[in-house]
């Protein structure tokens, strides 16, 4: 839809039940299965001509060799951990080929609030203030980012006892 011609998209996870309400990929018939696999598959029903490539693979600085970002136009981040998306700017920016970090989402509920800028031009984003400090400790600079100004939303239901430590996962929309 957007003329691109040629997607690598990359996720070791699956899809989850719990993932229906705010997930596109996600349906009773997909549940289970490889997120990348089901993205690609999408991809190809929207445009056949795309070259779509599904990597099962949960990026992690240990296994970072088994992707290359030459010949890319860009890279497109949405993992979760730092240690990842610190790895894919440094490859990304090794490799000259720029880099947008998404940064976090979870207990925001108004898209509109989006925006595009430099990591050093973020706020308002715990996640976003992690990066800052780790890119300016590696001497990365004006590295794009998506994040939200919007302050994270208090859960009303906190988290169970004994899951991710009584902590109440952060919370997504579709919108």
């Known amino acids: ?16 039940d719990s993932n229906r309400n705010r997930q596109i990929l996600a349906l009773v018939g997909t549940v289970g299965r490889g997120k990348a696999e089901v993205a690609a598959e999408r991809v190809q029903a929207i445009n056949p001509d795309c070259d779509v490539r599904a990597v099962n693979l949960f990026y992690m600085p240990e296994n970072a060799a088994q992707l290359s970002f030459e010949g890319a136009d860009y890279v497109l981040d949405a993992v ?32 509109e609030l989006l925006r595009l800028a430099t990591i050093e031009k973020s706020e308002g984003c ?50």
């Open 80 to 111: 979760d951990t730092v240690t990842a998306k610190l790895e894919i700017i440094a490859r990304a920016k090794q490799a000259g080929v720029p880099v947008i970090s998404c940064m976090g989402t979870g207990n925001k509920l108004h898209p």
């Open 1 to 16: 839809r957007a003329g691109v011609g040629r997607l690598t998209l990359v996720d070791g996870d699956t899809i989850a």
């Open 126 to 175: 715990p996640l976003a203030r992690v990066m800052r400090r780790e890119c300016r400790l590696r001497g990365f600079k004006n590295v794009q980012v998506v994040y939200s100004p919007e302050p994270p939303v208090s859960p009303k239901i906190q988290g169970e006892a004994g899951k991710n430590g009584g902590r109440t996962v952060p919370g997504s929309l579709s919108f």
